[in-house]
């Protein structure tokens, strides 16, 4: 009995409270979290006043100040409104001035052209017209002149055929040179224009022709140029010298 006493009398006792224990691990973990949050706290507050430091200050709008005008990209205008009064406006409003006045003088120049072009090409055909009214007249004097000529060559050349034969060689040899100058003459008016006027077989015209005898007969019908006696000319619509012809006329039953 005595070893179990000296035991017992070695022994510590010792006991844990569950209680304690738990009270014990709160606190070491409140005063953890304590320390943790006061850090947190701290490093927190030093940042914001880092940023407040570093913020641009916000801008501050005063009702006197004129409305922000927007730019050409933003409204797709593709012009920036000046603003009111200035010098921009200023050389504006002249340089518009200035186009309206360019385009009127522009408008004034091309109108005055084009009444210079009008009378210039009014004027060339005037002068077109009275050019070729004086070489026709011109024309119409010189053939007049000279178709009395003519007439009195081709008289000559009738002549050859009433020449007898016993006639002299040497007067056949004029009346060649005759027929010649005959011909040279008709290619000179030829030339400048001049024709001659259908007579013979064609129906009497008044404005080409001049009836200065009529015969009865019934072997052409009425008003038929049946002979031409002096040879009528024109040039071109223009009337030199009517012809000179026999006009064909019905015969009279009651007459015969």
């Given at each position: 009995?005595?070893?179990?006493?000296?035991?017992?009398?070695?022994?510590?006792?010792?006991?844990?409270?569950?209680?304690?224990v738990?009270?014990?691990?709160?606190?070491?973990?409140?005063?953890?979290?304590s320390?943790?949050?006061?850090?947190?706290?701290?490093?927190?507050?030093?940042?914001?006043t880092?940023?407040?430091?570093?913020?641009?200050e916000?801008?501050?709008?005063?009702?006197?100040?004129?409305?922000?005008?927007?730019?050409?990209?933003?409204?797709?205008?593709?012009?920036?409104?000046?603003?009111?009064?200035?010098?921009e406006?200023?050389?504006?409003?002249?340089?518009?001035?200035?186009?309206?006045?360019?385009?009127?003088?522009?408008?004034?120049?091309?109108?005055?052209?084009?009444?210079?072009?009008?009378?210039?090409?009014?004027?060339?055909?005037?002068?077109?017209?009275?050019?070729?009214?004086?070489?026709?007249?011109?024309?119409?004097?010189?053939?007049?002149?000279l178709?009395?000529v003519?007439?009195?060559?081709?008289?000559?050349l009738?002549?050859?055929?009433?020449?007898?034969?016993?006639?002299?060689?040497?007067?056949?040899?004029?009346?060649?040179?005759?027929?010649?100058?005959?011909?040279?003459?008709?290619?000179?008016?030829?030339?400048?224009?001049?024709?001659?006027?259908?007579?013979?077989?064609?129906?009497?015209?008044?404005?080409?022709?001049?009836?200065?005898?009529?015969?009865?007969?019934?072997?052409?019908?009425?008003?038929?140029?049946?002979?031409?006696?002096?040879?009528?000319?024109?040039?071109?619509?223009?009337?030199?010298?009517?012809?000179?012809?026999?006009?064909?006329?019905?015969?009279?039953?009651?007459?015969?």
């Open positions: 009995m005595a070893p179990e006493k000296n035991d017992r009398s070695n022994r510590i006792p010792i006991s844990f409270l569950d209680a304690d738990e009270t014990s691990s709160g606190a070491a973990s409140k005063s953890g979290d320390d943790v949050s006061d850090d947190d706290q701290e490093l927190t507050n030093h940042m914001a880092d940023d407040e430091a570093t913020a641009p916000p801008e501050s709008f005063d009702a006197e100040d004129p409305p922000v005008q927007p730019s050409p990209q933003a409204d797709g205008s593709g012009e920036v409104a000046p603003r009111a009064g200035g010098p406006v200023a050389e504006l409003i002249a340089t518009r001035a200035e186009l309206k006045r360019l385009e009127s003088e522009v408008k004034e120049l091309r109108d005055s052209l084009a009444r210079r072009q009008a009378d210039f090409e009014n004027y060339r055909k005037r002068m077109e017209r009275e050019r070729s009214e004086t070489y026709n007249r011109v024309v119409v004097d010189i053939a007049a002149k178709l009395p003519l007439d009195n060559l081709k008289r000559a009738e002549t050859e055929a009433s020449v007898e034969a016993n006639e002299s060689d040497e007067f056949r040899h004029f009346l060649s040179g005759v027929d010649l100058i005959y011909k040279q003459v008709n290619g000179v008016l030829d030339a400048f224009g001049v024709k001659p006027v259908l007579s013979e077989g064609e129906k009497f015209n008044p404005h080409l022709h001049e009836a200065v005898v009529t015969e009865t007969t019934d072997d052409y019908e009425p008003d038929t140029v049946i002979q031409e006696i002096v040879r009528g000319f024109t040039l071109g619509d223009k009337l030199i010298r009517p012809a000179l012809v026999k006009v064909a006329v019905k015969s009279d039953p009651d007459h015969s």
